[in-house]
């Protein structure tokens, strides 16, 4: 007879090892293995698969691929970050923070999905009761949408046999168990073995199911980290509770791009669509200010325009302080690095703070120059105009270098109201420059910010 098997899984990367270990040996986290004991199962008392079908070997050529495989969720935003729609068939993950907005996402949606479709949304949180009086509140009435509060998963599928629904939306993963695993509810192993029985029944049956999943601040409890690899696409929730502004990313997509955003305000009767998100970045901005630059960034295929605030005083320490916010910290050394040796700034005895307003983070390189104008306006004391977008990569020798999509940029920029636009000189010979806008063409950074100030 098999003997039980001990194994320890790392909760923020899903890493299996056969000993405790205080550190992660492949994500490099602290404190964060989970013993878990997985029993043998006994010959001819498998796990039935209740949602398996006998499938045989197709040439590719004679799938089915048409162009109703992927469908509209009726919100804009969502759509975009999906790649376009949901792929029937899909297994979708919805991570973040309790308290986001994910179950009440994926409630709005239902309201299109249930035209010409049956949806069944599963909840282990909320009962019947409490799910029609929040359905109410968002204003979801549709005589297609079923609701269930369940956490057995065998339940679960059950209903779904029954019902035969062509989209399952299961709220929260960290709630489902199977009978078989005698693992509480939110550990591993159940959270493994739940989402592995969903994806069965995902791909069997060509529903579309939406998982929410539950993480802290630091991504580390038995969630999403662990399941990322299971799922075709990850969404992950992110935005201050503080602000009522929320920020849509695709981690994974295995149907579409990562790059792209989805913008989001909640408000008292759900999420709203935030369809121009520059103009939200940008409300609130100083005027005749130092230490602002306005930077245009690509957000996979639109151009977003962002505050990026820089602050460069005096310090009292023998090292002085750096501090990024929004922004790669090691990047940002480097910048300031580079503005002292090759843009004659003294800032090896000044405290540097950086800040990217509205909750966005600058990733890609065409926010270098606006950081580097920021730290000098603020290095300076003398504003940059307010009408002004710093487009650029910065090199180690102060070159500014061409990015990307410029004329996309360039487009933003001039339906913003923006008149003047700093961009690298090399690679801008084939730019269409908008109407009512200047561009000056910068080799350097001296030159960049003798043009800004």
């Not at 630091?218 to 602000?243: R, S």
Request: proline share 4%; glycine share 10%.
């Amino acid at each position: 007879m098999a003997k039980a098997k001990t194994v320890f899984y790392c909760t923020a990367c899903g890493n299996e090892s056969p000993k405790w270990q205080g550190r992660c040996a492949a994500c490099g986290a602290w404190n964060t293995m989970q013993e878990h004991i997985e029993k043998p199962v006994a010959a001819g008392k498998g796990r039935s698969a209740p949602v398996g079908i006998s499938r045989k070997p197709q040439r590719i050529h004679e799938v089915d691929c048409d162009s109703e495989i992927r469908f509209s969720t009726g919100i804009g935003e969502l759509d975009r970050v999906l790649g376009g729609g949901a792929v029937a068939g899909s297994l979708v993950l919805v991570g973040g923070a309790p308290g986001i907005g994910k179950s009440t996402l994926l409630l709005q949606i239902c309201n299109s999905l249930c035209s010409g479709r049956k949806v069944l949304y599963v909840s282990g949180e909320e009962s019947e009761r409490q799910l029609k009086l929040r359905a109410q509140r968002l204003g979801v009435n549709s005589e297609e949408l079923y609701i269930l509060s369940e956490t057995r998963i065998s339940d679960i599928l059950e209903a779904v046999g029954e019902l035969q629904p062509d989209i399952l939306i299961a709220d929260s993963i960290q709630t489902l168990y199977q009978e078989e695993n005698e693992s509480s509810p939110g550990s591993v192993s159940q959270v493994k073995d739940c989402t592995m029985t969903l994806m069965q029944l995902s791909k069997s049956r060509g529903i579309t199911v939406f998982v929410v999943g539950h993480i802290n601040k630091d991504g580390n409890i038995a969630g999403p980290k662990v399941l990322e690899h299971m799922v075709d696409c990850v969404l992950y929730f992110e935005g201050d509770p503080n602000t009522s502004y929320r920020l849509l990313r695709a981690a994974k997509n295995r149907f579409g791009s990562t790059n792209e955003i989805g913008v989001f305000e909640m408000a008292d009767k759900g999420l709203l669509e935030v369809p121009n998100p520059s103009q939200m970045l940008l409300d609130g901005r100083p005027e005749n200010a130092p230490g602002t630059c306005v930077a245009c960034v690509m957000e996979g295929t639109r151009p977003v325009l962002a505050e990026v605030q820089a602050l460069v005083s005096k310090t009292t320490f023998n090292v002085p302080r750096r501090t990024a916010d929004g922004f790669d910290f090691n990047r940002a050394a480097l910048l300031l690095a580079v503005a002292e040796k090759r843009g004659g700034m003294k800032l090896g005895v000044f405290d540097a703070y950086i800040n990217v307003i509205g909750g966005l983070r600058l990733d890609e390189p065409g926010a270098d120059l606006p950081v580097v104008l920021a730290v000098a306006s603020s290095y300076r004391d003398q504003p940059i105009a307010d009408d002004l977008v710093a487009i650029g990569e910065v090199g180690l020798t102060g070159e500014i270098r061409s990015v990307s999509n410029m004329n996309q940029r360039l487009a933003e920029a001039a339906r913003l109201g923006f008149k003047k636009v700093i961009i690298p000189k090399n690679g801008s010979d084939k730019v269409e420059i908008p109407r009512d806008l200047t561009v000056f063409r910068v080799r350097n950074i001296r030159e960049a910010i003798e043009t800004a100030m």
